[in-house]
């Protein structure tokens, strides 16, 4: 009776082990299972491309919800490569030394395994900015100061500025003030997205003495104020109209 009962006993052990183990194990390859089921169906592509024009040199940042993830250099043929990347919306940053793109951010949405790009760079203008003073030092305002067919007139402080220049090239620019002599400077070239700054030293007009004017002689540049207390300048007529001048000596 006593072996009948042990031998009961270790009958009912060995089948309470095989469910613990059974049930058990079942568990464990099912989790195991769905791990492996979510990393595959986890979407993953890249972003390639190239830099325009060919051959500049350039860093990358790649921008998930206005944070920088991935960041990255362009080869010596101006390509670049983001690998192993969630689907998404992404946006790209361009850095290079006097380039950038017409955009600062360039979007990029990568919906499909492989994205490519092709970034268009645009050379940063050169800028061009300077003061015009006479021989003591004075600030002349006023003045003309051309650049190819771009005029510009300093202001009270004798400034002027150009800026959108084609950069690398060399500049000449001439400056002409009342009764100043004009002055023609050339500048040397100005690399991309910088800033060249120059000062114009102009000299006193010299008026020669004579006996005086004879009829037909060309009439002297001055200005003079206007029965409306404007001034007026005679070449502002020079040109363009038949000028009567006279001269109230006031009252006899």
Known sequence: MTRKRRSFSVVVMILVCSL???????ESVDE???????????????IKGNIQPSGIEAKLELIKNGQIV???DTDKAGQFVFADLEFGTYQIRVISDGYQTEEKLVPAELQQTELVMELKLKPLPAQLSGIVIDSEGEFISGATV???GQTQTTNDLGVFRFDK???????EITVVAESML?????IGPIARGESSK???????EVIEEDDGAEVGDMAPIFSLLDTSNQKVSLSDYAGKKNILLTFSRGKL
């Open 20 to 26: 613990i183990l059974h049930f058990g194990c079942g």
């Open 146 to 148: 051309t650049l190819g």
């Open 165 to 171: 220049l084609e950069a690398g090239t060399e500049l």
């Open 198 to 204: 120059i000062q114009v030293e102009l000299e006193p």
């Open 70 to 72: 991935r960041s990255s």
């Open 182 to 186: 004009p002055k023609t400077v050339e």
């Open 32 to 46: 195991t299972s769905d791990v492996t089921a979510d990393d595959q169906t986890q979407p993953m592509g890249s």
